[in-house]
T-cell receptor, first 114, second 117 residues
């Protein structure tokens, strides 16, 4: 059975801190690793990672994938209160009849205090 | 449309009633996915469509759950004879393509919060 595990489950920091969120995965026919930010409404897409060792960056957020160790991290530098959210990672299946199926982790709850 | 929309946003129903949840994907998106999200958990896959064809329904919990997308656009997830354990957030997502990386880049709607009393 496909499995994605995130750690820590929750994190409380102060503005300006740097945080690292972890995601490990075991996904059949793995094709990509996705990160989402979930606030009060829909999860919003952050990154899709397909190749090992290539960092993707968007502003203060960056992410990298290690396909040998089945692991990804999401870094947020100089955190702001607006970064407070649940961060979800998901493994993407690209094989057989389950093509396109995302298996999600349980999420990391990030709280940034002023 | 600008994004994935779902209706109703909130639904309270009594045990034993049937409910229908609607999803309107991003215009032009070929694939549509249904997920269920319990409190404090990530979304869990239920089923997905490639145009009007239901390609995978392995995540549907039992035969009380069904979904359709008759014209390859709007989809309806129906739960018959609801039970309290069906209470959850039901989310819909869509992607531009059926295959390739574009199939995995999924955009989510706001969800329908279902409460069965």
């Amino acid at each position: 059975e496909d499995k994605v595990v995130q750690s820590p489950l929750s994190l409380v920091v102060h503005e300006g801190d740097t945080v690292t969120l972890n995601c490990s995965y075991e996904v059949t026919n793995f094709r990509s690793l996705l990160w989402y930010k979930q606030e009060k409404k829909a999860p919003t897409f952050l990154f899709m990672l397909t190749s090992s060792g290539i960092e993707k960056k968007s502003g203060r957020l960056s992410s990298i994938l290690d396909k040998k160790e089945l692991f990804s991290i999401l870094n947020i530098t100089a955190t702001q209160t607006g970064d407070s959210a649940v961060y979800l990672c998901a493994g993407g299946n690209a094989g057989g009849t389950s093509y396109g199926k995302l298996t999600f982790g349980q999420g990391t709850i990030l709280t940034v205090h002023p | 449309g600008a994004g994935v929309s779902q209706s109703p946003r909130y639904k309270v129903t009594k045990r034993g009633q049937d409910v229908a949840l609607r999803c309107d994907p991003i215009s032009g998106h070929v694939s549509l996915y249904w997920y269920r999200q319990a409190l404090g958990q990530g979304p869990e896959f239920l089923t997905y469509f490639n145009y009007e064809a239901q390609q995978d329904k392995s995540g549907l919990p039992n035969d009380r759950f069904s979904a359709e997308r008759p014209e390859g656009s709007i989809s309806t997830l129906t739960i018959q004879r609801t039970e309290q354990r069906d209470s959850a957030m039901y989310r819909c997502a869509s992607s531009l393509a059926a295959y390739g990386l574009a199939a995995l880049e999924q955009y989510f709607g706001p969800g329908t919060r279902l409460t069965v009393t």
